[in-house]
């Protein structure tokens, strides 16, 4: 099947600075990805459509001057949480959807990031 | 608003136990389904889908799902659960076709006792 990587898996950074995620899809072209977040016991919650080559589309309630989403290639998503804050801690999920499926995304394995 | 309800939060079997979760989602036209598994540690991983054709779904590891259409309903089974089937399941609907987002009900944890 279609493999998502995400990079880092874990990272801990101070308050204040910014994280990049990365999202590759490493066996198909993804025009399309998506970043969601997941708090612990909870399900998954849409943050923002990434397509190649446009703007970012963010759900509503997401800053998206907060959570910079950059889709510069069709393999390649990121996600910097800029100035991050505490509150920021979650984990990140990203995803890619399948060209050839109505619907079908495949899910990279996700980044726990820890705000001090 | 478009929702997906899952009606249990945690459930606890036995191995050999037979598994019904449920999946209930509002109406909004044509509709693609799907269920997710998360296994502790590690991804969310497609189980099986719907897109037209025979509501029997099904997918892998033994499990199934069956759509009805009138109860807005997609229940996923297994007849018989290991202590592998331990997971997190997430039943998700894509509304408006190829161009639309999943929405994902909150999950169900299944705890299967040896």
């Known amino acids: 099947g279609a493999v998502v990587s995400q990079h880092p898996s874990w990272v801990i950074c101070k308050s204040g600075t910014s994280v990049k995620i990365e999202c590759r899809s490493l066996?198909?072209?993804?025009?399309?990805m998506f970043w969601y977040r997941q708090f612990p016991k909870q399900s998954l919650m849409l943050m923002a459509t990434s397509n190649e080559g446009s703007k970012a589309t963010y759900e509503q309630g997401v800053e998206k001057d907060k959570f910079l989403i950059n889709h510069a290639s069709l393999t390649l998503s990121t996600l910097t949480v800029t100035s991050a804050h505490p509150e920021d801690s979650s984990f990140y999920i990203c995803?890619?959807?399948?060209?050839?499926?109505?619907?079908?995304?495949?899910f990279g394995p996700g980044t726990r990031l820890t705000v001090l | 608003a478009q929702s997906v309800s899952q009606h249990n939060h945690h459930v606890i079997l036995s191995e050999a136990a037979s598994l019904e979760l449920g999946c209930n989602y509002s109406y909004g036209g044509t509709v693609n389904l799907f269920w997710y598994v998360q296994y502790p540690g590690q991804h969310l991983q497609l189980l099986l889908k719907y897109f037209s054709g025979d509501p029997l779904v099904k997918g892998i590891k033994g499990f199934e799902a069956e759509f009805i259409k009138s109860k807005f309903s997609f229940n996923l089974r297994k007849p018989s659960v290991q202590w592998s089937d331990t997971a997190e399941y997430f039943c998700?609907?894509?509304?408006?076709?190829?161009?639309?987002?999943?929405?994902f009900g909150k999950g169900t944890k299944l705890s299967v006792k040896p």
């Open positions: 995803s890619a959807r399948d060209p050839l499926g109505p619907g079908t995304q495949y």
């Open positions: 998700a609907v894509n509304y408006g076709g190829s161009q639309g987002n999943l929405i």
């Open positions: 066996d198909f072209q993804a025009t399309t």
